[in-house]
């Protein structure tokens, strides 16, 4: 095998451009070596501080070559989906085994590329709010790869989910999915009637301001993300005179057992994984990476020497 592959890493113009990259080695007993086939977009790769010789990007999926040594890994030659802070958009990647789940048959290399990231985020997001089956949810951004995930996990767990759509051809897309949320709301058709138990933001701005006045006394309001790009004015007033717990996603722990859940789930069609594949990894490179997200998740193809 040659001494180099070929990665995409952090331009110094503010994109991303292809460069070659030595061969990832395994460093530690736990390592596992895979061949990545195929990788998915995360809107927060875009601003992610990367290092500029080395490879970007979150979720692979791919075929092991090497294993662990402690005994503990994937055999050779196993379909894996991997998770870890950098590393994914390479030919090939280095990653702890307790970041990798084997891959059912029944589940496509597409699907598990674009899964790790948001399906963690939105598994471990829901299980941090302690709802209890019958109580309400508001997820906002609920057509992205966090959303689309989180309204189906809290709809199997017997929670009242209001899906939030920031534009008309989102909330089209969620009412012709199989995503099938309690309600879908609009988001210029603010305020809305009802209230909820909690609150999770992937979008900020003004939506988050406004409906905080729809979260219950005592509930909670996670923030996972700022998509609309815009900076949230919110009345403190409102979070003390109500007892209103605002917090932040922070788990980055290791991934295996969370991924093998939702693989789980994924394969006894539980959840939908909203999976676009767009064709080859060098559309990071030549189009505007936010014109490349869709609703769901979008995955490319990695080619192989």
Aim: aromatic letters at 6%; proline letters at 4%; zero cysteines.
């Amino acid at each position: 095998m040659s001494e180099y592959v070929q990665a995409i890493v952090k331009s110094d113009t503010g994109g991303f451009r292809f460069t070659d990259v030595q061969r990832p080695v395994r460093r530690t007993e736990s390592d596992i070596l895979i061949r990545v086939s195929n990788i998915s977009l995360n809107r927060g790769e875009l601003d992610f501080p990367w290092e500029s010789d080395k490879p970007a990007g979150w979720d692979a999926f791919g075929i092991v070559i090497e294993t662990s040594t402690d005994g503990q890994g994937p055999k050779i030659g196993e379909r894996v989906l991997t998770w870890s802070f950098s590393g994914a958009w390479s030919q090939y990647r280095v990653v702890d085994r307790a970041n990798v789940a084997i891959v059912p048959e029944s589940v496509s290399a597409e699907v598990a590329a674009a899964l790790p990231v948001a399906g963690l985020t939105a598994l471990r997001s829901l299980r941090s709010l302690h709802l209890l089956p019958g109580q309400s949810l508001a997820v906002t951004g609920a057509t992205g790869g966090v959303g689309h995930l989180l309204v189906q996990l809290a709809m199997h767990a017997g929670i009242k989910v209001s899906a939030v759509a920031h534009s008309q051809r989102g909330f089209d897309w969620l009412q012709a999915s199989d995503v099938k949320p309690n309600e879908v709301l609009l988001a210029k058709k603010y305020p809305f009637e009802g209230t909820f138990d909690a609150l999770v933001d992937t979008v900020g701005g003004d939506l988050l301001a406004h409906l905080l006045d729809n979260v219950v006394p005592n509930g909670t309001v996670l923030i996972l993300g700022v998509a609309s790009g815009q900076v949230a004015s919110i009345d403190t007033t409102i979070l003390v005179s109500r007892g209103i717990d605002l917090i932040s996603y922070k788990d980055y722990s290791p991934a295996g057992e969370d991924l093998n859940t939702l693989l789980t789930l994924v394969d006894e069609k539980i959840i939908k994984v909203y999976a676009n594949n767009i064709g080859s990894w060098d559309k990071v490179i030549k189009q505007d990476f936010m014109h490349l997200l869709a609703p769901g998740k979008v995955t490319l193809n990695v080619p192989q020497d």
